[in-house]
């Protein structure tokens, strides 16, 4: 059962982080002015789960059920993006230091 949760959310969470992902490569906004449910364009991240969840059942369930964490209020938009920023940055630096150790001459 727990196992089921663990991978019911990481494919959860997968989906947010792809939408993450989407909307940075095509450097558009996340945020709308009113992100309320009664918003007519509450911003493109909530905009894009809401299209996405239409065609996808996990997603759905998962907006329409979850009481305790839905993955949609800003924070959770800005924490996304913060572990991204840092695993990017993190490969950035891993890679560096490959090439560095690839190009030095020996004594």
């Given at each position: ?11 959860i969470l997968k989906r947010m ?91």
């Open positions: 059962m727990h196992n089921e949760k663990v991978k019911k959310n990481c494919a982080i792809d939408g993450v992902c989407f909307l940075h490569k095509q450097e558009l906004p996340f945020c709308g002015h009113d992100e309320s449910s009664a918003s007519i364009n509450r911003g493109n991240y909530l905009e894009l789960l809401e299209l996405i969840h239409q065609y996808d059942p996990i997603l759905d369930n998962h907006l329409k059920e979850s009481t305790v964490f839905q993955g949609t209020s800003s924070a959770i938009q800005n924490d996304i993006i913060a572990s991204l920023g840092t695993f990017i940055t993190d490969r950035f630096e891993e890679e560096l230091v490959q090439a560095n150790l690839g190009n030095k001459k020996p004594m």
